[in-house]
Structures are given as C-alpha cells and as structure tokens.
C-alpha cells in the first residue's frame, strides 16, 4: 500500500513552485489533493496532471475563501486528513521605505491567511476528529527568514515568524484531536520567488495588484553560499521536507520546525 493511501490533502498556493510539487509527492503516495491558488489557470494546470487532484481558485487573503476552501474540501473528499498552508510571496524593502500597505499584506498571507484556514479547520475537526483513532496532519509553511530573520524582510520575516508560534501553539490544542501540527522553515528554493529579480517578468498578484518578486544576482550568490552544498534547494527538495510530515513515521512529531535549508543558518 503507499503510504498516504486513502488519504485528503488540501495545499495552499499550489499552481506552481513548491506547492505544486508537493501536490504531486502527496498524489504519487496515493493522496487525493485539493490544489487551492489565487491563479485560477495555474491551479486548474496543477490538478490536471495529478490523478484524483481538484482545482479550487480563491485568493486567501479574501477572509471568506479559507472557510469555502474548508467547506469545499469536505464536500468534495467526505473528510480531510492533511492541510499544507503553503501561500505566500516575499514583498520586501528596508524599513524606511516600507509601506502599511506592505507590512499589513505580509502578516495578512503569512498569519491572517493561515489562521483562517486553520480556524475552519478547527471547525470540522472539533466535530469530526474524534470519530476515528488517525492521526491528521497540519504543515505550516515558514522560513529562514521566520527563524533568523534578514534585512530588508522585516515584514516578511514577521509574518513567518508568526507561523511558528501558530504551529507551537496549535500542536498544544489539537493534540486532543490526533492532530499533528508542524511548520517547515525553508532557506532558498529555485521558484519564482527567489529567480533574479532584475529579470522580468516576475509577478506575484497581491489583492488583484501586480507585483515582482524575485531577489537580486547578489542575493541569489549570498543563498547559494550559505548553505554547504552551495546550491539554492529544489522544488523536490521543498516537497520531500514536507512530506516527512505528512507521513505516518512521523506521527509522534509535533509542534516542531523542520529546518529544511541544505545547511544553512543564517
Ligand atoms: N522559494 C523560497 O526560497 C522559499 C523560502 C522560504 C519559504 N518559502 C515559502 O514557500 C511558500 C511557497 O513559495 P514558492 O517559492 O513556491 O513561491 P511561488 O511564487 O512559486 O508559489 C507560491 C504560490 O502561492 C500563490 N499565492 C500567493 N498568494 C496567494 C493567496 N493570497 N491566495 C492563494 N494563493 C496565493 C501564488 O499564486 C503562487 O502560485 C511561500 O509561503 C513562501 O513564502 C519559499
């Protein structure tokens, strides 16, 4: 049998980059995934190529759409088993130059987003959860950044460090519903998110507004350089951290950060 047999995942941000690989690890070891993304078109691409896969478009900062997804996720699968809170883009600018408008929509995709995912979660499991002895599972997705911090991300790295304490602190609640929580803090991973910045396009749509993403030659080098392989991560490399957490093996794990970096630590 494979190890996630019979088993209903929703991924968060997964038309591309790494949530859209991790919907593809969970299929091959026999999930059935919801493919949730603000990008209607890559969700729809994303659940396509995977067997049983579901696209639903929503974008999470829309406080209704985390408890449709929940709502939709139940009605499509008759239960959930894995949520993987993966959505999220990088936004950044020394503190100066930082805007409200930036602070607010890094705390609102990074903390807000998976707060409300969770809370609907929560929801069903109160009254769910105890009906059957498996143990579900909850992967938050962080960052180097949530743990070190880093100039010039002192939003983003707030919002990060926020998914930490949801993790710790939801690990303690829901230890009563079998329910294991974890968060998975990545160094840099080759997506869209960390693709040379100078190079366009790199957009990343916030609240229907255009933005670019990417970071610069420099930071990319100084990525490379700070972990001992010296190389940024693969979206494979992303996909199979969180899939150890996801994995029956690792049942009796809770409330952790896996450090997924290649090394890095800093
Ligand atoms: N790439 C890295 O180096 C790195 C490092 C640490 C953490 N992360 C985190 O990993 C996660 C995935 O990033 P990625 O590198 O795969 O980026 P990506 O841009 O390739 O994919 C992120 C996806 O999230 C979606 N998304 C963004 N805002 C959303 C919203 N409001 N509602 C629904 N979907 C939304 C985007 O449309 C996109 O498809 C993010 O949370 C990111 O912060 C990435």
């Excluded at 997964?14 to 026999?30: P, S, Y």
């Excluded at 926020?162 to 079998?178: D, Q």
Aim: net charge negative; charged share 20%; with cysteine.
């Amino acid at each position: 049998m494979q190890p996630l047999q019979g088993k209903f995942a929703l991924i968060t941000g997964a038309g591309r980059g790494i949530g859209a690989e991790t919907a593809a690890k969970l299929t091959a070891a026999g999930a059935r995934v919801l493919v949730n993304d603000l990008d209607e078109d890559a969700a729809q691409e994303t659940a396509q190529q995977l067997d049983g896969a579901v696209a639903i478009a929503g974008d999470l900062t829309v406080p209704s759409v985390a408890d449709d997804l929940i709502d939709a996720a139940i009605e499509q699968f008759g239960g959930l088993d894995i949520v993987v809170n993966n959505a999220g883009y990088i936004w950044h600018s020394a503190i100066h130059n930082m805007t409200d408008e930036q602070w607010d929509a890094m705390i609102d995709i990074h903390a807000s987003a998976q707060f409300r995912v969770l809370r609907a979660y929560g929801r069903w499991l109160r009254d769910n959860a105890n009906r059957d002895s498996h143990v579900r599972k909850v992967v938050n997705i962080s960052s180097t950044m949530g743990i070190y911090g880093g100039a010039t991300q002192l939003a983003y790295s707030a919002g990060k460090a926020a998914v930490v304490g949801i993790t710790k602190s939801l690990a303690k609640e829901w230890g009563r519903f079998n329910v294991g929580v974890n968060a998975v803090a990545f160094g840099a991973i080759d997506t869209r998110l960390t693709s040379p910045y100078e190079k366009e396009p790199n957009i990343s749509i916030v609240k229907g507004q255009p933005r670019k993403v990417g970071l610069s030659h420099e930071q990319i080098a100084g990525a490379k350089q700070a972990s001992p392989f010296n190389r940024m991560g693969t979206t494979e490399d992303a996909a199979n951290a969180i899939y150890l957490m996801c994995l029956p093996e690792s049942d009796w794990i809770t409330g952790q950060v896996l450090m997924a970096t290649g090394g890095a630590q800093s």
